[in-house]
């Protein structure tokens, strides 16, 4: 071969080796637009897929409760969920064998019950439990923790889920009021990450077989953060579920793992759940991000994505006691509407009590205002939820610190809840 040969070849193999390089710049150039793109997008809220226009939101049914008061149950079904024994899922079926309605996945029922005392009487007290299934037409299941004494303290086991455990069987008829409460899925598509901590994965569960029922073509996470072994709840049915659904992701996070518990085979990460952990995990796309579990790990989750630039909009969590968790993405802070304006003179009536007292700035809600005073009023959750300490207001105003989950009637007010913004006159 001759010298002009061998430099034509050269020039051939240098002219090819430019062109896969021009090609391999141009397909990482695009693909790090798309996923610039797709950063931009999540920090903005906009909920763009890629290369789709934005997805219809299905507007939500309106937060109107199913019936009136109290209906009465029946437990048909009472089956441990977890290797400790010490979790319990109740179905649910109406005594009078009416329609059954459905609910929002993530809501919950509330529950009155008559637990023994201590003088071996019975007292009546009102409990709220997360729905843990998607709405069935035959049945509504609560998936419930037996709570123990705290260890080391001189405070008594809880006596609700102690009373489900050991006095609630099969043919037990229960008092419940409607399913309700704001935490609740979406219905559009967008990918969405479920985040469940120890017995907070109950409502989570409805939210996803609700999710893989309607809509088994969205992507769905779920991040599910226990001790060890011994703990999680329908671990078989969640890895069922993960095997025959090709866009559902099952990642069990053990805190604590026992010796037996083994990595790959019964959890996939050592550790809680964590920012951190989502953030390796996770592809750039705009989910919607759904969190209950302990107070301290949703606090911690919260306040991460927050800070990894996740909009408020589609940050979603347990609402009972929201309260708590300090939210730093409203770049402007809302004007406080807590209570009366300073050096404001209010005075609350209690027309049945016959009681009329001067309002103090700082002395809590209008339930502990009143049982201060010794005004007797019912009360439950005396966290907005239940709606046991629902009051009609005769006249004046009141201020809510939250949006309760329970929606008072027009003319109402959860005292737990409020406090007054004018003098007031209720009926107590």
């Known amino acids: 071969m001759d010298d002009d040969s061998t430099v034509t070849s050269l020039s051939l193999l240098l002219w090819i080796t430019l062109g896969i390089v021009l090609q391999v710049t141009l397909w990482l150039g695009i693909g790090f637009s798309r996923h610039r793109q797709a950063y931009?997008?999540?920090k903005s809220g906009v909920l763009v897929a890629?290369?789709?226009?934005?997805?219809?939101e299905i507007s939500e049914p309106a937060l109107v409760a199913a019936w009136s008061g109290y209906r009465s149950?029946?437990?048909?079904?009472?089956?441990?969920?977890?290797?400790?024994?010490?979790v319990c899922s109740f179905y649910l079926v109406p005594e009078d064998g009416q329609h059954l309605p459905a609910f929002l996945p993530g809501q919950f029922l509330t529950f009155r019950l008559d637990v023994p005392a201590a003088d071996g009487t019975t007292e009546q007290i009102i409990r709220c439990y997360s729905?843990?299934?998607?709405?069935?037409?035959?049945y509504y299941r609560v998936t419930i923790k037996r709570v123990p004494a705290p260890a080391g303290s001189a405070l008594p086991p809880g006596r609700s889920s102690n009373h489900f455990h050991d006095h609630v069987e099969v043919g037990s008829v229960l008092q419940v009021r409607a399913p309700g409460g704001h935490f609740h899925i979406d219905r559009s598509d967008s990918p969405v990450v479920l985040i469940g901590g120890g017995v907070g994965i109950t409502p989570i569960l409805s939210m996803l077989n609700w999710c893989l029922a309607e809509q088994p073509g969205r992507e769905v996470w779920l991040f599910y953060g226990v001790r060890n072994g011994l703990e999680p709840v329908m671990k078989g049915q969640l890895e069922a579920l993960s095997a025959a659904h090709s866009h559902f992701y099952l990642k069990l996070c053990f805190g604590d793992p026992l010796p037996?518990?083994?990595?790959?085979?019964?959890?996939?990460?050592?550790?809680?759940?964590?920012?951190?952990?989502?953030?390796?995990?996770?592809?750039?796309?705009p989910y919607?991000?759904?969190i209950c579990g302990p107070m301290p790990m949703m606090a911690s989750l919260v306040n991460g994505l927050e800070d990894w630039g996740v909009p408020d909009a589609y940050i979603h969590f347990e609402a009972f006691g929201p309260a708590s968790i300090k939210r730093r993405a409203t770049a402007v802070p809302p004007t406080p509407t807590f209570g009366p304006a300073a050096g404001t003179d209010i005075t609350v009536t209690f027309a049945k009590s016959g009681k009329q007292l001067a309002w103090t700035p700082g002395t809590g809600s209008l339930l502990e205002f009143a049982e201060a005073n010794g005004v007797k009023v019912e009360s439950g959750?005396?966290?907005?939820?239940?709606?046991s300490c629902q009051t009609p207001i005769k006249s004046g105003e009141v201020s809510y610190q939250q949006a309760p989950d329970f929606d008072p009637e027009p003319g109402n007010c959860l005292l737990c809840v409020c406090t007054p913004k004018t003098s007031l006159t209720l009926e107590a």
Do not use: M, N, W
Request: charged letters at 30%; hydrophobic letters at 30%.
């Open 40 to 42: 931009r997008t999540l």
């Open 50 to 56: 890629d290369g789709q226009s934005p997805p219809v």
């Open 73 to 86: 149950f029946r437990v048909e079904r009472k089956v441990v969920e977890d290797t400790a024994q010490t």
């Open 131 to 138: 729905l843990s299934d998607a709405p069935r037409p035959d």
């Open 260 to 285: 037996e518990d083994q990595a790959d085979r019964d959890y996939q990460y050592r550790g809680f759940v964590s920012v951190d952990l989502l953030r390796i995990k996770l592809p750039l796309k």
């Open 288 to 290: 919607h991000f759904y």
């Open 381 to 387: 959750c005396r966290a907005g939820g239940c709606g």
